[in-house]
């Protein structure tokens, strides 16, 4: 149990999950001037956390173990085929939600002209896909700068 209390790696790769979920919030409130809570356990977004988690374990793992480590290969392809799934099949599945979200919006519409359609609010009527799914390039890229800076000072205060 110590052994899980200490692993740097772990934690390294945690903290920035943490960190960049939070700070979703707070850039969400600038863009939109509301705070969006459920930002803080949705997927999609800047900083991507995929991308934070992934290079903190990389990062701490050659911190501690070396650029040579085997360990290090190992979580650095890992992190590069989660970098990549996240800009490439997550976002275009997050770009197929939207048209078939766009489609259901227009499919109501149609429905609500041609007959008489209850009175009830929309979100009641049809639940949406969820379009927030992947990341934009420059999102994983500073969900990787992130987990890079992270674990540099984590490393620092710890070590």
């Known amino acids: 149990m ?5 692993n740097f790696p772990l934690w390294a790769a945690l903290s920035a999950i943490l960190l960049a979920q939070f700070i979703k919030v707070p850039l969400q409130y600038i863009a939109s001037r509301r705070f969006d809570w459920t930002l ?3 997927t999609g977004g800047m900083p991507s956390s995929h991308s934070g988690a992934v290079t903190a374990l990389a990062t701490a793992i050659a911190l501690q173990e070396g650029l040579g480590s085997p360990f290090f290969a190992i979580a650095a392809i890992f992190g590069i ?16 939600a939207t048209v ?10 149609i429905m609500e002209e041609m007959k008489a359609w209850p009175t009830k609010e929309e979100k009641e009527k049809q639940k949406e896909l969820k379009e927030l799914l992947g990341h934009q390039p420059i999102e994983v890229f500073f969900g990787g700068v992130l987990g890079i800076v992270l674990t540099f000072i984590l490393h620092a205060l710890v070590f």
């Open 100 to 109: 078939v979200n766009q489609l259901v919006t227009d499919f109501n519409k």
């Open 81 to 96: 085929i989660v970098m990549f799934d996240a800009t490439g099949v997550r976002w275009h599945a997050g770009e197929q």
């Open 2 to 6: 110590t052994e899980l209390l200490t």
């Open 40 to 42: 803080l356990t949705s």
